[in-house]
Antibody, heavy 120, light 107 residues
Framework: QVHLVESGGGVVQPGRSLRLSCAAS????????MHWVRQAPGKGLEWMAV????????YYADSVKGRFTISRDSSKNTLYLQMNSLRAEDTALYYC?????????????WGQGTLVTVSS | DIQLTQSPSFLSASVGDRVTITCRAS??????VAWYRQKPGKAPKLLIY???TLQSGVPSRFSGSGSGTEFTLTISSLQPEDFATYHC?????????FGGGTKVEIK
């Protein structure tokens, strides 16, 4: 069964760092691009970042460019999001999601999310 | 960046109703739109991709249409599990963007 399981969320002070992980199972991880999407409490979805199937290409939302870094480890079937210089407005539920097979067919698998709270 | 405007933001409907949600893009994006349903406390679920293609396993009461800048999601007969929030997404170019969401509540 195809699964994505996020971890690493928690409460962190402004300016500090946090690394999120997303463990993939049930599919060939290296065949798919992967994304991070976040949702602030009571708000809509905000796309954060994507990494290509082989890790060679990465794109970011302007709101996190230069602060967040997406990466993947194919030996561990795991996606990461390194978040630095965290701000209160980064408080959200963070989801990892699998890109569709065709590349422009949406995100077909999502994790359950991990909550990040940035507060002093 | 491509902006997506969903309307309405909120709608009240009854079981069995036909419901239509609109998503307008700030520039042409061909048919590169996906639609999701998100139940409270759950992750989004892909319903439609490429504007009108039903994702595997999604009931046929869901349909999508449109191209260019205007897209619609239609639920032909609303079921109890469809009371949720719906999101459109453009996958035409980075940065990817989502619409603001449409919450469908029970009348």
């Amino acid at each position: 069964q195809v699964h994505l399981v996020e971890s690493g969320g928690g409460v962190v002070q402004p300016g500090r760092s946090l690394r999120l992980s997303c463990a993939a199972s049930g599919f060939t991880f290296t065949d798919y691009a992967m994304h991070w999407v976040r949702q602030a409490p009571g708000k809509g979805l905000e796309w954060m970042a994507v990494i290509s199937y082989d890790g060679s290409k990465k794109y970011y939302a302007d709101s996190v460019k230069g602060r967040f870094t997406i990466s993947r480890d194919s030996s561990k079937n795991t996606l990461y999001l390194q978040m630095n210089s965290l701000r209160a407005e980064d408080t959200a539920l963070y989801y990892c999601a699998r890109d569709g097979e065709l590349g422009k067919d949406g995100f077909d698998i999502w994790g359950q999310g991990t909550l990040v709270t940035v507060s002093s | 960046d491509i902006q997506l405007t969903q309307s309405p933001s909120f709608l009240s409907a009854s079981v069995g109703d036909r419901v239509t949600i609109t998503c307008r893009a700030s520039q042409g994006i061909s048919s590169n739109v996906a639609w999701y349903r998100q139940k409270p406390g759950k992750a989004p679920k892909l319903l439609i991709y490429a504007a009108s293609t039903l994702q595997s396993g999604v009931p046929s009461r869901f349909s999508g249409s449109g191209s260019g800048t205007e897209f619609t999601l239609t639920i032909s007969s609303l079921q109890p599990e469809d009371f949720a929030t719906y999101h459109c997404q453009q996958v035409n170019s980075y940065p990817l963007t989502f619409g603001g969401g449409t919450k469908v509540e029970i009348k």
